[in-house]
């Protein structure tokens, strides 16, 4: 058996889950393994009825009210429980930022090997051999599992096409009894949200990124044209963020986030390491850059070498027009 931890917000599934349900059919099918989803939380009915209509065969649901907000006391708890029940094979879990703070207590706490960060597996006889991103994504990892399972394993955002997930399933529902043991270490006062639309980069379809080759803050607005124009959102590499041209949540890379959407614009972005590693993973990388031997073009799908002060304009004209038409 294979669980997948669903994460979800606000009654809705993030996009990782169909991510980390991509990943387990794929192993499901090579090693005749049947995939269970585990939600936690309170009032789970949307999410269950979601995933029911995925091609697996089960839906555990545990249902507290401590676990309506995600907190890793509770959460370490109730999983703990449901993995001795339940016995799987693999248990898979997001390598999101919710995911990184629980996978390693749980596999801890139950003495068992985590493959953090995966990105790909393969089956080598009856054994699965997961790979994994090391040194900033410079070089790939194989790690074969050893001893006893259950195993842990967390993949990487974008690593599995979420729009390759089957439907069609009439997965059986099971509800687990929650029984808490001590009390929370941690109390959740507020959640601040990002503001919508120009930083809640990690689900958006579309993002339009700008870098230092744009030279000064007021000729972001470009970037700002380009992404309306297209109903993208806006990202930036490192130098902007520095240069306080944009806030800090503004930045894709190392040291900010990593995205994977449909389409990402790098325009004036050289694709130094640390900004490729959070946007490798886009399905179609444009890149606009005056230089051709920018490293970008090694990952873009498309590149246009050219002046960008004369390619955005032009871009944002043409999408403006395909909208009136
Ligand atoms: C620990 C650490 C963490 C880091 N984390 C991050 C991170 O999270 N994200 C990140 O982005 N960086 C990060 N960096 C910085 C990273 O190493 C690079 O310095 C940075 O990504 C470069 O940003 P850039 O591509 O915008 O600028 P540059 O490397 O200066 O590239 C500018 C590009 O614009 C092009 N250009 C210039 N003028 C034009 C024009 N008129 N038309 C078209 N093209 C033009 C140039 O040819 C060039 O390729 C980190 C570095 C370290 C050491």
Known sequence: MIFVIAEH?????????SELLVFAQRVGKDLSQPITAVVLGSGTEPLIEELKRRKID?????????????????????????????????????????GMDFAPRLAAALRRPLIAGCVEYEKEEDRLVLTRQIFNAKMNMKTVLRGEPPYFATASPGAFPADELESGGNAEVVRFPVVLGGTSRRKILERVEAQKGKTDLSSAPIIVSGGRGLKEKQNFNLIFELAEAIGGSVGASRPVVDAEWLPREYQIGSSGQTVSPKLYFAIGISGAIQHLVGMQSSRCIVAINKDAEAPIFKVAHYGIVDDLFKVVPALTKIFKDLRQA
């Open 58 to 98: 089960r839906v555990i649901t545990a249902e507290h009210e401590q676990l309506s907000d995600y907190n890793p006391d509770p959460y370490l708890d109730t999983l703990k429980q449901i993995i001795e029940k339940g016995k799987p094979f693999l248990v898979l879990i997001g390598h999101t930022t919710q």
């Open 9 to 17: 917000k606000d009654n809705k599934l993030k996009p990782i889950t």
